[in-house]
């Protein structure tokens, strides 16, 4: 060991030094050891070793005459028959030198002791942080395999539900087909402080997971929607709300986003009737993966029966607003992975047109940092958040979810994000400001009258939302128009024949018709039929089919005679079935080898539960 070394370098070094230093003898007087080989003068016979010391440093008296000097005698007799005194004054001569000698010798081994338990202090460091390294590769070692073991598991559980989901999808005709969101029960790290603010989820792990899964599974999207719904007393307005969300989308929008709809109660068979009548409305939705129905588990909402009352609200109403901002933070962390920007809807809006592609490009003109885009001014509707901003908002919501109402909290995140106290108000709202970009015109509108919070009537209505174009113009051929269905007040049908407006009629029963009837035959290309609008997306045309007349009358009793000789069923007085109604809408192109058209008719297979609105008519020939 080091430290050992040092000892004997030491000791060797003071074994050398001990008997030279000094005067000679003076090794023996204090205790010294001579080196072998050292013949030190031995102690005068009359005298102790220390006394005769202190005799022979005295200067020798004058010796009688014809005597030879008393000392020079006691010398010799001390020097002994081998005459030892002259060798004796010869060392005394070189005492200095072997002095000096010997601190030479000794110097190098003392430093060299120094450096060598200098080395050793190194060495020990360097082994202690060694040890220390090899624990800390251990232990991430130890990590890594664990991790890769999660990992492995979780990968091993989405090969399982994506197997389950390709075989459970292919069949939406009977009964509701829930599937259970299992990818994993490992808490996300960001969620791990939601036990702080919920500390009744500690006891149920699966508490924050939705237990049932309606869809695809869609992610990677532009877009996520949130639509939050729940029980209502009188009116719902769910299924009109994702007509209008749906309504017009190109297939790259409905690619490129997904509508998760959040149904916020626990009770089974109120969940099974909004997820049934949802799969009714829209099975390709569903299908595709654009569409999902979710909901929470019953142990997500803590006991709300003790709600401390603010700002002078009922009890009903503070367990109404604190449910529902434990509603937006399920589902704003549900959506979080699914898409670049997350959309906060509602369940009783319209929404216009073009408004995917009005949302993305008031995105991409946003040259400063943002926090939230409105495309309302109304609460909490159209109110778009990059994803990756979302667990700091929910977490945010969940720290003070009992305290105010959603739309104050998001004021609140922003002051605390922007605000300076030493400032005044209007300093912050302008900063406020710089966070939170309002859009204009709105694009989406309140409809809903009847407030989820029961007994409340709220006709909340944004005043930037404008005008909805509820139908629109083409330039159709010079015809006449007649119907079986009854009008309703001013839509009648020759209003959206001409592009004036829509028309609008009571439920149609099997049976009934609308018919287009051209002043002259016509060579037709192509049609076009719209059902429904912004307003009542859901008053559209179902199982109601495209057909023509052929103007040539031959030809039409050839068909009423011999049946159809195109690739067109034929009714039994000479009409061609040439298209069907698909979720609203009707258009195609006609053989021209049926020649010219005298009227275009739609006909009306079953009894509708709605009623009908025709907003867009289109009938292109080879004249217009």
């Keep these: 060991m080091p430290g050992q070394a040092s000892a004997p370098a030491f ?74 005194a002259p060798r004796r004054e010869m060392r005394l001569r070189h005492g200095p030198l072997l002095t000096a000698l010997c601190f030479g010798a000794a110097f190098p081994l003392l430093w060299y002791a120094v450096w060598q338990r200098r080395q050793g202090n190194d060495l020990d460091r360097y082994r202690s942080e060694l040890l220390e390294l090899r624990q800390r590769l251990l232990y991430a070692e130890k990590e890594s395999k664990k991790r890769s073991h999660e990992l492995s ?71 996520v929607m949130g639509v939050p719904t729940v029980k209502r007393e009188k009116q719902h307005y769910l299924i009109n709300t994702l007509h209008s969300l749906l309504y017009e989308l190109s ?12 149904v916020a109660e626990v009770n089974a ?36 029966s003790n709600l401390k009352k603010t700002f002078g609200d009922s009890e009903d109403r503070v367990r109404w607003r604190t449910k529902q901002n434990l509603d937006y933070s399920f589902l704003m962390l549900y959506a979080q992975p699914k898409g670049t920007f997350y959309l906060q809807l509602e369940d009783d809006i319209i929404a216009k047109t073009d408004y995917i592609q009005r949302i993305k490009n008031f995105a991409a003109e946003q040259s400063q940092e943002w926090m939230m885009l409105e495309f309302s001014q109304l609460g909490f509707i159209g109110k778009l958040f990059k994803s990756e901003d979302l667990p700091l908002i929910v977490e945010f919501f969940l720290m003070f979810y009992k305290d105010k109402p959603i739309d104050w909290l998001i004021d609140h995140l922003l002051w605390v994000k922007v605000c300076n106290p030493e400032k005044d108000a209007k300093h912050c709202e302008n900063e406020k400001a710089k966070l939170r ?11 809903g009258i009847y407030s989820s919070l029961a007994g409340k009537i709220q006709n909340l209505k944004d005043k930037d939302f404008g005008r909805n174009v509820l139908h629109k113009a083409h330039n159709n051929p010079p015809a006449k128009v007649d ?27 099997a049976g009934d018709y609308i018919r287009f009837t051209f002043l002259n035959p016509l ?33 039409r009793k050839e068909l009423v005679d011999n049946g159809s000789k195109f690739n067109y069923p034929a009714t039994k007085n000479g009409y061609l079935k040439i298209g069907a109604f698909e979720n609203g809408i009707a ?38």
């Design 153 to 223: 598991s979780a990968l091993d559980e989405i090969k399982r539900v994506v197997a389950r989901r390709m075989n459970l999808t292919t069949n939406h005709t009977d009964d509701v087909n829930w599937k259970v969101l299992n990818l994993t029960r490992k808490l996300p790290v960001h969620l791990t402080n939601m036990y702080y603010y919920l500390p009744h989820l500690r006891e149920y792990e699966d508490a924050i997971f939705p237990n049932v899964i309606f869809g695809q599974q869609r992610t990677g999207v532009s877009l």
């Design 11 to 84: 000791g060797f070094a003071a074994g050398m030094c001990a008997g030279p230093v000094g005067r000679p003898g003076g090794g023996r007087a204090h205790g010294g050891s001579a080196p072998p080989g050292y013949r030190g003068v031995p102690p005068s016979p009359a005298a102790g070793g220390g006394q005769g010391n202190a005799e022979r440093a005295r200067p020798a008296l004058p010796a009688p005459p014809g005597q030879p000097p008393a000392g020079r005698e006691g010398e010799k007799a001390a020097a002994g028959p081998c005459g030892s």
């Design 523 to 555: 060579k037709v290309e192509k049609y076009f039929f719209r059902s429904g609008n912004m307003e009542h997306p859901g008053d559209k045309l179902f199982n109601t089919t495209v057909e023509v007349l052929p103007a040539d009358e031959m030809l």
């Design 483 to 509: 119907t079986s269905l009854r009008i309703y007040q001013q839509y009648t049908l020759e209003k959206v024949y001409e592009g004036k407006d829509c028309f609008w009629a009571s439920a149609p029963v």
């Design 251 to 262: 297939e790259e929008e409905k690619n490129d986003c997904v509508i998760i709809v959040f």
């Design 437 to 447: 970009i309002r859009a204009k015109p709105s694009l989406f509108q309140h409809v």
């Design 587 to 624: 258009e195609g192109s006609i053989n021209q080898s049926i020649g010219k058209i005298q009227a275009i008719r739609l006909s009306v297979n079953s009894d509708s539960p709605v009623w009908a609105i025709l907003s867009e008519v289109l009938i292109k020939t080879s004249e217009n």
């Design 269 to 304: 068979e109120y969940v099974n009737s909004v997820a049934d009548s949802v799969k009714t409305s829209f099975p390709r939705e569903i299908q595709s993966g654009v569409l999902e129905v979710i909901s929470p588990p019953d142990s997500y909402y803590p006991d709300l």
